[in-house]
């Protein structure tokens, strides 16, 4: 049994600081994750995708944040439990908690802090005859590595800012991009329209509009799509590809989160905002995965809820002792491997 002062579960952006922030208080964290590596959707769906409001990063990839923040909890030594989903929780007489995985792992401690973003989350999928067929054949619904997509014919359906963005950013990698939407109006930012219509123009990208793909052909892999247009009656048309991205977007759920007693609106963990904790003592709901009057859903949010969670965390394990809160440009940071970060000492000398 994996036994830890803080049960973090689920190690994304906000999972990942709240370590440091437990580390400060010298508190111990462990993290379970149902995808195979840290870093949650930053990690696994858009890590080249540019992040704009962290504070001191005027622009940052998903996937860079994910690894400075790797960096940045080094020093405090998490335990990780990847590619596992936290199952069922037991509450001991003793105040504490038992989490066990869908793969058996049991994990013990007094504190538990759902971090899990969205919850788990599955792919809204088109409905396309023999669509299964071609998945990792040349369907693929996310774009981790847009290497993958050099040089290649590529086909992106969607009408948000996942598919405005990724045709924009392919149309410098991919021998040729189509958008295609079933409306001539788009959900996602102004400037990202503006700048497909762009490229259009330029003849960067093919803009098929309003329109839906209607098959998908190929004998072992992908080789071409059918795309009707919707104001149009006349037969589908054939466009030959190498790969097919429907971008729907995702449908979030929390999973066997949402049988363990925790009360849930909309989708989402009601919590108390003077320290995030839920509806049942010791158990904290940071990020994405809460809600509350006023809520909103941004990283930087989750750090400073990640940050209020850890003090109150702290008080319920100690209850008898009393931290006083001392700022790392004074006390530094000093991490369980026995390092040591620390401003330095000013010197005084006597001038005769």
């Known amino acids: 049994m994996i036994k830890t002062d803080i049960l973090i579960i689920g190690a994304g952006p906000t999972g990942l600081f709240a370590v440091f922030e437990a580390g400060l208080l010298q ?3 462990h993290l379970i994750d149902a995808l195979p590596q840290a870093g949650g959707q930053c990690s696994e769906i858009y890590p080249k995708k540019p992040i704009y409001d ?3 990063f005027p622009e940052v990839l998903a996937g860079d944040l994910v690894n400075n923040l790797m960096e940045q909890i080094k020093p405090f030594e998490p335990g990780f439990t990847l590619g596992e989903r936290a199952q069922t929780i037991e509450k001991l007489e003793d105040g504490t908690f038992i989490v066990t995985t869908n793969k058996g792992t049991e994990h013990h401690a007094p504190i538990v802090a759902i971090a899990g973003g969205l919850g788990s989350f599955e792919p809204r999928k088109p409905l396309l005859e023999n669509l299964k067929k071609y998945e990792d054949n040349g369907v693929a619904y996310i774009i981790k590595d847009p290497e993958v997509y050099r040089d290649k014919r590529v086909v992106i359906a969607g009408g948000g800012d996942s598919a405005l963005d990724w045709s924009i950013f392919l149309a410098d990698v991919a021998s040729e991009v189509t958008l295609v939407h079933r409306r001539n109006e788009f959900r996602g930012a102004l400037d990202s329209v503006e700048k497909v219509q762009q490229l259009k123009n330029e003849g960067k990208i093919n ?5 839906e793909i209607t098959g998908l052909i190929g004998e072992d892999k992908l080789e071409a799509v059918t795309i009707r247009k919707t104001t149009d009656s006349s037969e589908d048309v054939t466009l030959e ?3 097919f991205v429907p971008l729907f977007g995702l449908s979030p759920k929390l999973g066997p989160i949402a049988d363990w007693g925790l009360e849930i609106e909309r989708n989402a963990i009601k919590v ?5 904790q839920t509806n049942v003592p010791g158990i904290y709901a940071i990020g994405d995965v809460n809600t509350y009057p006023g809520k909103l859903k941004l990283i930087l949010c989750g750090f400073h809820e990640a940050t209020l969670m850890c003090q109150s965390a702290y008080q319920r394990i100690y209850p008898d002792k009393k931290y006083v809160m001392k700022y790392t440009t004074v006390g530094g940071v000093t991490g369980f491997d026995g390092s040591k970060k620390e401003a330095p000492k000013a010197v005084v000398k006597s001038i005769n």
């Open 27 to 29: 508190l111990k964290c």
């Open 54 to 56: 962290i504070p001191g």
């Open 207 to 211: 803009l098929i509009t309003p329109a």
């Open 241 to 243: 590809v190498d790969n």
């Open 272 to 276: 108390d905002t003077f320290d995030y």
